[in-house]
């Protein structure tokens, strides 16, 4: 069964500072996405990667995938308040087309000014 | 920009009613989703559908779920009788490429069972 894991659960941190979320999970692939999710509302596709030794980047933003340590980090840079939300990673481990998508617990960032 | 819909936003129903969550997935999507967040948890998956039909489902979608395509764009999850623990937030999702899997979550659809 794949296991997903997200550290930290919580981060809080000031503005202007740096910080990185990680993922690990149990079963090889190399899809791995993140998402954002607001209190109370949907979750928001922040980045596909799809190949190991892949990276994006958007805005303060930028995500990575190793997939022969089957990690995958978020790292946030210069934080900013409106930064502050929950981020999830989802991995695709399936054999066909369309397959389920399994996430992490999330990692519930605040940001203080 | 192209967006997944979901209605209810909000359902309240007793514990025993059957309901129905509607989802009108992007337009030229063809991979269909149903996830459910309890609240304060993670996203877990229920069900995936193409070429009208199921092609995945979890252990969490047993014979009270039901899901349907009932015409070119609606996109629905049936719970025949509903329990205290069905009680979460649904969401519907979809994505045009099975291969890139990049699912586009709509709003959600909070059911409240008492």
């Known amino acids: 069964e794949l296991k997903v894991e997200q550290n930290p659960l919580f981060l809080s941190m000031q503005e202007g500072k740096n910080y990185t979320i990680y993922c690990n999970y149990s079963t090889t692939s190399d899809r791995l996405y993140w998402y954002r999710q607001d209190p109370g509302k949907s979750l928001e596709s922040l980045f596909v990667?799809?190949?190991?030794?892949a990276v994006k980047q958007e805005g303060r933003l930028m995500a990575s995938l190793d997939t022969k340590a089957r990690l995958s980090t978020l790292h946030i840079t210069a934080a900013v308040h409106d930064l502050s939300a929950t981020y999830f990673c989802a991995v695709d481990i399936g054999e066909t087309s369309g397959s389920r998508l399994t996430f992490g617990e999330g990692t519930q960032l605040t940001v203080n000014p | 920009e192209p967006e997944v819909t979901q209605t209810p936003s909000h359902q309240v129903t007793q514990m025993g009613q059957e309901v129905i969550l509607r989802c009108v997935p992007i337009?030229?999507?063809?991979?269909f989703y149903w996830y459910r967040q309890i609240l304060g948890q993670k996203v877990e998956f229920l069900v995936s559908?193409?070429?009208?039909?199921?092609?995945?489902k979890s252990e969490i979608f047993d014979d009270q779920f039901s899901v349907e395509r009932p015409d070119g764009s609606n996109f629905t999850l049936k719970i025949r009788s509903t329990k205290l623990e069905d009680s979460a937030m649904y969401f519907c999702?979809?994505?045009?490429?099975?291969?890139?899997?990049?699912?586009?979550f709509g709003p959600g659809t909070r059911l409240t069972v008492l």
């Open positions: 999702a979809s994505s045009e490429s099975g291969v890139i899997n990049e699912q586009f």
């Open positions: 990667l799809l190949s190991n030794g």
């Open positions: 559908f193409y070429n009208n039909e199921i092609s995945e």
């Open positions: 337009s030229n999507h063809l991979y």
